[in-house]
Every structure is written in C-alpha cells, then in structure tokens.
C-alpha cells in the first residue's frame, strides 16, 4: 500500500487546513488508518484515526473538538480536517495504515505516507 499526503502549509493561528492521504497499491483489503505528527525535536505523537468504515474514530485530547478525521471510500482517500489550529500544532503530519481496525500506537501501523508540513504562525 503506497500512502501520499498533501495539503500542509502556512498558516495563522485560529485557521484551518485540510490534509489528505490517498492510498494505492493493495487497497482491497480494509486497514485502519491514522493520522501523526512529529514537531522538531519531538517524537512522533497520536493525533487521530478511524475503521476503514469510519464508523468509529480515536482522537488525541490536544486536536479533540478542533480535528476531524473521515474517509472518502470512492476516492480510497482518508481526510484531517483541522481547524482553529495553534503553534503547538505546528509538525510534519503523517498518515498511516494498520492491519488492526483501529490503532493508535506508531508501531502498530504497517504503511507510512511522507508527510506533509503544517506550519501555524502566532
């Protein structure tokens, strides 16, 4: 399973960005997908993840109520929906994919996307 994600960049304080995480390859079979963050400096951290269905999702206490994760199943396309983003949130976003329904643990995912870049200015 090949993962790309796209759309970080800059943005202010109190905005919004969409990324999203198009998978190819082995797509057939259902896989848990996730979302991560890794800022400089820091490990990489648990941000948000869904079934392949969506019928349920996990998120992070820090993103909870601002992020929303979904999925588009036509697209084999997996979205982060952030809004009233801070600095703090400022990191390079990372989807993943799982063999369990749903993980939130960076070992328990078998595919990585390359990450995309959010940077939120103050």
């Known amino acids: 399973v090949q993962l790309q994600a796209s759309g970080g960049g800059l943005v202010q304080a109190g905005g919004s960005l969409r990324l999203s995480c198009a998978a190819s390859g082995r797509t057939g079979r259902s896989y848990g997908m996730g979302w991560f963050r890794q800022a400089p400096g820091k490990e990489r951290e648990f941000v948000a993840a869904s079934t392949w269905s969506g019928s349920r999702t996990d998120y992070a206490d820090s993103v909870k109520g601002r992020f929303t994760i979904s999925r588009d199943g036509a697209k084999n396309t997996v979205y982060l929906q952030t809004n009233s983003l801070r600095p703090e949130d400022t990191a390079i976003y990372y989807c993943?994919?799982?063999?369990?329904?749903?993980?939130?643990?960076?070992?328990?995912?078998?595919?990585w996307g390359q990450g995309s870049l959010v940077t939120v200015s103050s």
């Open positions: 993943a994919a799982t063999g369990k329904s749903i993980a939130t643990k960076p070992d328990e995912y078998l595919y």
